[in-house]
T-cell receptor, first 111, second 115 residues
Framework: RKEVEQDPGPFNVPEGATVAFNCTYS??????FFWYRQDCRKEPKLLMS???SGNEDGRFTAQLNRASQYISLLIRDSKLSDSATYLCVVNINTGFQKLVFGTGTRLLVSP | GAVVSQHPSWVICKSGTSVKIECRSL??????MFWYRQFPKQSLMLMATSNEGSKATYEQGVEKDKFLINHASLTLSTLTVTSAHPEDSSFYICSAKTGGYEKLFFGSGTQLSVL
């Protein structure tokens, strides 16, 4: 089983739609969680950290369920500029800390 | 925010040659830098953790003699792909953190193509 699993997509949605991505992780010792955005052949950029209580940043909402080892990202009112690959990233502590990246979920927002 | 500069952005080389990639933290000191590799449609895979003034820590399956890492100063880490082969063609990217992982900054990446 992969340490971090995501549906690769692509998710094709019209502008204005709401879309949700899910991510599961296998290591229960995982300490911190992030969503990154990556455009084609560019470096990943931090979108938001994910907190146990859930957190929101504008149109983006992240949720964490430690019991189910599940993370989600909700994007409301999708914009064309939201088209990108969204990476679920987990900080795993196996004696030393290490970031593990999911393969990403590709989002395509169309006019 | 913090800036990490990576050069070159892309490189094309012949099989058997060596390629050096530089990663610099421009406005902060980075005792630890990370090197990743990303093949098309795959996730970033951590290759090694570069520690200033000491040997890098390589992930399982990454050949340390092939991927030489030097972190001689608090602002510069280099990755040298020695005797590159076509299967080494990939997107290489570095990162550095100033504190916890919420303060992780990436370089812009290097696309390596080995002919």
């Amino acid at each position: 089983r992969k340490e971090v699993e995501q549906d690769p997509g692509p998710f094709n949605v019209p502008e204005g739609a709401t879309v949700a991505f899910n991510c599961t992780y296998s290591n229960s010792a995982s300490q911190s969680f992030f969503w990154y955005r990556q455009d084609c052949r560019k470096e990943p950029k931090l979108l938001m950290s994910v907190y146990s209580s859930g957190n929101e940043d504008g149109r983006f909402t992240a949720q964490l369920n430690r019991a189910s080892q599940y993370i989600s990202l909700l994007i409301r009112d999708s914009k064309l500029s939201d088209s990108a690959t969204y990476l679920c990233v987990v900080n795993i502590n196996t004696g030393f800390q290490k970031l593990v990246f999911g393969t990403g979920t590709r989002l395509l927002v169309s006019p | 925010g913090a800036v990490v500069s990576q050069h070159p952005s892309w490189v094309i080389c012949k099989s058997g040659t060596s390629v050096k990639i530089e990663c610099r933290s421009l406005d902060f000191q980075a005792t630890t830098m990370f090197w990743y590799r990303q093949f098309p449609k795959q996730s970033l895979m951590l290759m090694a953790t570069s520690n200033e003034g000491s040997k890098a820590t390589y992930e399982q399956g990454v050949e340390k003699d092939k991927f030489l890492i030097n972190h001689a100063s608090l602002t510069l880490s280099t990755l040298t792909v020695t005797s590159a082969h076509p299967e080494d063609s990939s997107f290489y990217i570095c990162s550095a953190k100033t504190g916890g992982y919420e303060k992780l900054f990436f370089g812009s990446g290097t696309q390596l193509s080995v002919l």
